[in-house]
């Protein structure tokens, strides 16, 4: 069963900058795309950004030009890089791989939290 865990959330200012990753074990990621969703209190679950098999990216309208999805196919991991971050930013980001059939994995989430 693939397993997939978050690291590098936190506290960071206004305009500040934060990278978090996602690792998977338990599995092959052969040909999944893999991203990023968050949710907020009271608030959805909502896609940040998805990086697909042949690298295409996508990005919510809400981060283009200030995050980054990246991801390193030979260790099985992928990363999140968020710079300008705002206070509306904050929430727990959770790592997704999303299977050929739309099966979804999840990892548990890590907290960003985006204040003064």
């Known amino acids: 069963q693939l397993q997939l865990v978050e690291s590098g959330g936190g506290l960071v200012q206004p305009g500040g900058s934060l990278k978090i990753s996602c690792a998977a074990s338990?599995?092959?990621?052969?040909?999944?795309?893999v991203g990023w969703f968050r949710q907020a209190p009271g608030k959805e679950r909502e896609l940040v950004a998805q990086?697909?098999?042949?690298?295409?990216?996508h990005y919510a309208d809400s981060v283009k030009g200030r995050f980054t999805i990246s991801r390193n196919k030979a260790r099985d991991r992928w990363y999140l890089q968020m710079n300008s971050l705002e206070p509306d930013d904050t929430a727990v980001y959770y790592c997704?791989?999303?299977?050929?059939?739309?099966?979804?994995?999840w990892g548990e989430g890590t907290q960003v939290t985006v204040s003064s």
């Open positions: 997704n791989a999303r299977t050929h059939a739309a099966r979804d994995f």
């Open positions: 338990g599995g092959s990621l052969g040909g999944y795309t």
């Open positions: 990086i697909a098999p042949n690298s295409d990216t």
